[in-house]
């Protein structure tokens, strides 16, 4: 059945049997049509006056939502100078390679449970809230780890903050988007991105500044309840999504909020603009409800459309991004160059941050990474392969190792 037709049946089978007394303003949308690819409702048709502009108030909600990438950042990018300078701290003994592997894959583990539960959560009590929970999460697990006298308790630490890593990972830009205006959405929501690789930046430079002092390292740790904090006072004053008051049923507080949304815009343009949300959420309730989760697997793994999106944009950049070993070197970056013989090792990280067009930075990703690997293979053919503390390298392949910055920099640039 044609998409046009399809949306225009629904819409009048739902003004025989309905009373939600929203029901005129979806009676008036008969006009609404369905993007001819996705079947999704197009927000774009509705077009207002002044959207290409950027108010003070979407300025501020961005720059305080995208907070939530600096606390990802950070706190995935401050373990690695913070693994260097724990020395004996944690025990009687050095950290082993394996009580170094269990605190940085407890992050990764927590992220992992975070995003699973993050929709779900977000569409529950809405995005607002499980971004406080975040902050709440970031707080405790920051504190955890300044205080710890354990591996275990570091772990436990590490995986609180994994946690709320993977909620503010998944919701902040869901919030940023749900909250900016239709045409200026991607722009708004890569500045998370941005926030992300700030967010690393400044591990690293706080690394390098806390690397000669004893217990140093329980600072760079503790200092990431900061901006969670700072983030948790002004989420109080911040709107909910205009999408999650619709479900609520209040559409007043989400005319209200894209009033603020679309400042330039005509009133009855806003109006619109509500309505057009409306019957996009109504239709993913419809979804939801008529659906089974196996039949909406089915059709995002085998609609031809929603295979494309998924596979290729979504779940392969993601994959590329992931594969690419990048969480390896964030990781182990400074324990890497310590062990090769750089005194100050934290402050060799990330020194370029500067985004570009992903297929210009991949190539200097894969060169850099593979020379690099060429490098550690001759410079540790003397140690069996391993890299040991105390062992004099050869200083020409220790400065080839520097390519790893290289390598960071096309990953921080696509």
């Not at 609404?32 to 774009?44: L, T, Y």
Request: aromatic share 8%.
């Amino acid at each position: 059945m044609n998409h046009k037709t399809d949306i225009r049946e629904s819409v009048e089978k739902h003004e025989d049997t309905s009373t939600d007394p929203m029901d005129s303003d979806i009676n008036s949308l008969k006009d609404i049509i369905r993007d001819i690819d996705s079947g999704e409702i197009n927000e774009m048709v509705v077009v207002a006056e002044g959207e290409e502009k950027t108010t003070w108030f979407v300025w501020i909600l961005v720059a305080c939502s995208t907070i939530s990438g600096l606390l990802f950042g950070y706190d995935t990018g401050v373990i690695s100078g913070a693994l260097v300078t724990i020395g004996s701290d944690l025990g009687p003994n050095a950290l082993t390679d394996g009580h170094k592997e269990f605190i940085t894959s407890a992050t990764t583990l927590g992220a992992l449970l975070g995003g699973l539960v993050a929709g779900v959560m977000s569409d529950w009590t809405g995005r607002r809230v499980v971004l406080g929970v975040a902050d709440i999460i970031f707080i405790g697990g920051a504190i955890a780890q300044a205080v710890c006298r354990t591996v275990w308790a570091m772990i436990g630490g590490r995986f609180l903050i994994g946690i709320g890593v993977g909620l503010a990972a998944c919701i902040a830009p869901l919030y940023i988007q749900e909250l900016s205006p239709t045409r200026l959405r991607g722009r708004m929501v890569v500045l998370n991105v941005v926030m992300i690789t700030l967010g690393q930046v400044i591990a690293y430079g706080i690394g390098a500044g806390f690397f000669s002092i004893h217990g140093g390292w329980r600072w760079m740790v503790g200092l990431g309840a900061v901006p969670a904090g700072v983030q948790l006072g002004f989420l109080f004053f911040l709107p909910e999504s205009p999408r999650i008051l619709i479900r609520r049923g209040d559409m007043a507080g989400a005319t209200a909020v894209l009033r603020k949304v679309y400042a330039h815009a005509r009133p009855e343009e806003v109006e619109l603009k509500t309505k057009v949300l409306h019957a996009a959420v109504r239709q993913s309730i419809q979804i939801t409800q008529s659906t089974t989760f196996v039949q909406r697997c089915k059709s995002m793994m085998f609609n031809p459309v929603n295979r494309r999106a998924l596979s290729t944009v979504g779940c392969g950049m993601q994959a590329f991004q992931q594969l690419c070993g990048f969480n390896t070197l964030m990781y182990y970056s400074a324990t890497l160059f310590k062990q090769i013989g750089f005194n100050q090792p934290t402050a060799w990280i990330d020194q370029v941050g500067r985004r570009r067009i992903m297929i210009y930075s991949a190539p200097g990703m894969i060169v850099g990474l593979v020379l690099a690997a060429i490098a550690f293979h001759f410079m540790t053919r003397k140690t069996g392969g391993d890299l040991i503390d105390g062992s004099n390298y050869s200083t020409a392949w220790s400065s080839m190792s520097g390519l790893m910055i290289v390598f960071v920099a096309s990953y921080a640039t696509g």
